[in-house]
């Protein structure tokens, strides 16, 4: 346990205070994620484009609920839910978080290898392998003060969506009119679009992610400890999570707003309507759009990827080690939290295996998209309860504001989910 050596540095840059929230938002846009905003934007131009306003304060609200969670408790959202919830909660959750996430892994690499395929030739399949060892690599060996910071700087992948919508023309009144005053619809596939925008724009691995590393960051600074155990940390440690998690959702919900938009303003333009991975949004926006946008935005998948992976694995194995009381965290070494480790890789690898078999990777991914809707309502409501228990959160429960955001959110969420069952068969 850290002692209280030094104390936490009040004068840290603007970036330097950015970290659980801006890489989990920027994971948000995985690969998996990219597909999803290509196609709504094909599919039906601007129409769609409210949802990214709409969903920003939702995510801000239940990011913050999981990182003041953990940064409260000194513990992530698996060991709480064990600790005071009944195990068949836990291993519920946890079980499908787990297949949720190595599918929608083996998605990402899988969009991984056919983007660079397009950027340079050869086989798509290599570079699968080649991007879930780097993957691996990257988490088992690199010190997590040396990962933390390299997961940062991988965000800056997404920046190539905002360049890309500068690189094509885009008629702006228009689009700020549609977006403030959309067109809505009951139409089937107009609800499931909205469906597919929530259900990935929303996900419980954001939630286990954010809180773990709250806990990694707290655990690896000198002086930092739990805020029930350091009251007076509090002021400055809440303070950087709402500012952490404010521009980690904005930069996300931006990028996803630009993602769509540019396949509004090229592909459904032209008639191009039917998009079903990232790299066919890449491949069919290169005639459209020309080389350099082509490029952009290829790089960026990525990119996105090479962040997304491993929060993908981390997360599962944060929850899982968590369950079970493994030593945990990328701050330890490969033989001090096999457990840990051993989740990491098997889920990596899984995902990587999937890509050499007769599984469809787009029915795949539309399963982890149900799997992801289904856990996310309970994982929701036991965070909420969680975080207005004094038990737990001694006197960080939080405040009303913030209580109606996040229950907001959660109410949205389990909408989302039953639209997506009563349109299945739209």
Known sequence: ?????????????????????????????????????????????????????????????????????????????????????????????VGLLLVANTVNIAADIGAMGAALTLLIGGPAHLYAIAFGLASLLLQIIVSFPRYAPILKLLTLALLAYVATVFVVKVPWSQVFYQTVMPSLSLKADYLIAIVAVFGTTISPYLFFWQASQ??????????????????????????????DTYVGMGFSNLVAFFIMLTAAVTLHLHGITDIQTSADAAQALRPLAGDFAFMLFSAGIVGTGLLAVPILAGSAAYAVAESFKWPIGLGLQLLQARGFYTIVIIATVLGVALNFTPIDPIKALFWSAVINGVISVPIMIVMMLMAVRSDIMGEFVIRRRLRILGWVATASMAIVVLAMFATWGG
């Open 214 to 243: 709250e806990v990694e960051d707290q655990r690896a600074a000198p002086g930092e400890e739990p805020l029930v155990k350091a009251p007076e940390q509090a002021r400055l440690q809440l303070r950087r999570i709402k500012i």
């Open 1 to 93: 346990m850290n002692k209280h050596t030094t104390k936490p540095d009040k004068k840290q840059s603007f970036w330097a205070r950015l970290g659980p929230g801006l890489i989990t938002g920027a994971a948000d846009d995985d690969p998996s994620g990219i597909a999803t905003y290509s196609q709504v934007g094909a599919g039906f131009g601007y129409a769609i484009l409210w949802t990214a306003c709409f969903t920003f304060p939702l995510m801000v609200g239940i990011q913050t609920v999981s990182a003041r969670i953990a940064r409260v408790t000194g513990q992530g959202l698996a060991a709480n839910i064990r600790q005071h919830y009944p195990p068949w909660l836990l291993y519920g959750i």
